[in-house]
């Protein structure tokens, strides 16, 4: 059971590039949800998606947009990358409904933008 | 404004000597308090959900506990392998969805 699987692990970019970032879940959850983790700011609220279909924007949405491409998958593009999104990059999925159930969070996806 | 805080930054203990974690919060219409552990280099692990001013819960040499403003997580005779860090969460709905506001954690060092 892979649980949340992020591709790619690494990343570096040029200021300007574009890209996707993948995430994956085999728990039938319906909510997802993309975090960016910076030094000393915690983990930010970047996209969610309640199910399949929606997609709602959380702290910091400015350059990034989102796709819930089926219930499995949730993907996070960067247009035009700039060196402030140079972050690690986590993907979660929770089932929806269920009082006590937890996010379960992928391994991350550390951008590096120069 | 929605604010997790937690304290102290950074803690460092020798093996068995035990301590808290502090997580307090402010999340109008708060839906649970999570305790997350995260290694470097992975995602967060989720360790314990607190629902109710009162409520505790424990596993191995944890225990967490919440009121109505703070939670800790207490750790008993800690070892090195509790080294990590320790991330609080306040998870409030808004329509259809949850989401979770972070604090900014603590980083644990367990020393022999």
């Known amino acids: 059971n892979a649980g949340v699987t992020q591709t790619p692990k690494f990343q570096v970019l040029k200021t300007g590039q574009s890209m996707t970032l993948q995430c994956a879940q085999d728990m039938n959850h319906n909510s997802m949800y993309w975090y960016r983790q910076d030094p000393g700011m915690g983990l930010r609220l970047i996209y969610y998606?309640?199910?399949?279909?929606?997609?709602d924007k959380g702290e910091v949405p400015n350059g990034y947009n989102v796709s819930r491409l089926n219930k499995r998958e949730f993907s996070l593009r960067l247009e035009s990358a700039a060196p402030s999104q140079t972050s690690v990059y986590f993907c979660?999925?929770?089932?929806?409904?269920?009082?006590?159930?937890?996010?379960?969070f992928g391994q991350g996806t550390r951008l590096t933008v120069v | 404004e929605d604010q997790v805080t937690q304290s102290p930054e950074a803690l460092r203990l020798q093996e068995g000597e035990s301590s808290s974690l502090n997580c307090s919060y402010t999340v109008s219409g708060l839906r649970g308090l999570f305790w997350y552990r995260q290694d470097p280099g992975k995602g967060p692990e989720f360790l314990f959900t607190?629902?109710?001013a009162g409520e505790e819960k424990e596993k191995e040499r944890l225990k967490a506990t919440l009121t109505k403003k703070e939670s800790f997580l207490h750790i008993t005779a800690p070892k090195p392998e509790d080294s990590a860090t320790y991330l609080c969460a306040g998870r409030l709905y808004t329509g259809t969805a949850s989401k979770l506001t972070f604090g900014t954690g603590t980083r644990l060092q367990v020393t022999l």
């Open positions: 979660a999925s929770r089932p929806h409904g269920v009082r006590d159930t937890e996010a379960f």
């Open positions: 998606s309640a199910s399949e279909g929606t997609t």
């Open positions: 607190l629902y109710s």
